[in-house]
């Protein structure tokens, strides 16, 4: 039996599926299990033990140089060389987890017997049901986005036993980690903490990021580890002007696999609602996480042990990137205080 996975972004929503690839494999231990994603997710599926292929999709850079680019001809060679791959496999079953337009389209270029995925019915899924030959009856968009993609696998007869990542973190990239720790102070615990977000409405205060972090490492004993990509130094760096103690910053200098074997050494990590959250969660570190425009029943940390810290106002979650009403409250009245308290009640139920 030949199965192709169709999740193409973001880092959270990879993560998310994870647990249903390896129910895949549990209930088709001699399958082939291809998984179609986009390179910047990548990483996060390479290697896995459960996979037998991962084809990657360049869509921005190709939509990107086929538009303005000076290299049109070879980004179109591209192209057709990643449909032509896309085709040489004949699969018996096409799981759409996306369920948007950019993954319909692939999901229909696949050569597949069924292709299935959610009815319409859901939010933001872009008609990506017209795709599909098998059509499953849509679930509550408030359940939470791993249990829906549990739920979709279970509906085409898979079980589901035992819930498990498995991300692919190596020996190579917890050996990187070392090194990069290096310079770090070893105390009582040490805390990853992840400030930014692609969301503005996600956000918080970069002077009350630095009160936290000095709170930590003076009240608790703490070592204070800054993630984040490239592009977050700059914020990364403020928010380090303005503490008194010390602290590391990794933003920019660790790969995907290599912040997941940071967080695996992390004993608690700080998080806004992002990717870097939810790959904290999957490698079984307890996550205190700053949550205002989007719901965490839908998409926060899963599992035991986290905290979510929120402000609880009337208006989140909106799930909009832009504040209506003009101030951001219910991030900007999250206080250093409310974080404290999450940490303390993790520290609390871990023996930290």
């Known amino acids: 039996m030949n199965i192709l996975i169709v999740k193409l972004s973001a880092i959270g929503d990879v993560i998310h599926t994870l647990p249903a690839l390896n129910a895949l494999r549990g209930h088709y231990p001699d399958a082939r299990i291809d998984w179609l994603i986009e390179e910047t997710a990548a990483p ?8 037998d292929r991962v084809i990657v999709s360049r869509r921005k ?3 990107r140089g086929l538009i303005k680019g000076p290299s049109r001809l070879e980004n179109l060679k591209s192209l057709l060389a990643f449909v032509h791959s896309l085709r040489e496999t004949s699969y018996d079953l096409i799981i759409d987890f996306q369920q948007l337009l950019k993954s319909g389209i692939p999901v229909r270029l696949a050569r ?9 019915g859901m939010e933001h899924m872009e008609h990506s049901h017209l795709f599909l030959n098998e059509r499953i009856r849509p679930v509550s968009m408030e359940i939470h986005a791993l249990r829906r993609y549990l739920m979709l696998i279970e509906s085409l007869g898979v079980p589901v036993r035992d819930l498990e990542y498995r ?7 917890r050996n990187a980690v070392e090194e990069l720790l290096r310079g770090a102070g070893r105390g009582r615990m040490l805390v990853g903490i992840n400030p930014v977000a692609q969301w503005k409405t996600k956000l918080w205060q970069n002077e009350k990021f630095a009160l936290l972090a000095d709170r930590l490492i003076r009240d608790m004993g703490a070592d204070i580890v800054f993630t984040g990509g490239p592009g977050d130094r700059e914020t990364v760096e403020d928010i380090r002007s303005r503490m008194k103690e010390a602290s590391l910053s990794l933003a920019g200098k660790t790969n995907l696999r290599q912040l997941a074997a940071l967080y695996e050494k992390s004993d608690l990590v700080i998080s806004t609602d992002t990717g870097p959250m939810h790959l904290a969660a999957a490698v079984g570190t307890p996550v205190a996480a700053l949550f205002g425009p989007t719901a965490p029943w839908r998409t ?6 986290h905290e979510i810290v929120r402000t609880g106002v009337r208006c989140s979650p909106c799930c909009k990137r832009r504040c209506s009403q003009g101030d951001g409250v219910c991030m900007s009245g999250i206080q250093v205080s409310d974080v404290l308290d999450a940490v303390r009640k993790i520290r609390t139920r871990t023996g930290v």
């Open 44 to 51: 996060l599926v390479e290697g896995h033990e459960a996979l």
């Open 61 to 63: 850079a190709w939509i």
């Open 112 to 120: 597949g017997m069924r292709r299935a995925g959610f009815d319409r």
């Open 167 to 173: 991300i692919p973190v190596r020996t190579a990239e």
């Open 300 to 305: 926060g940390p899963f599992g035991w042990g």
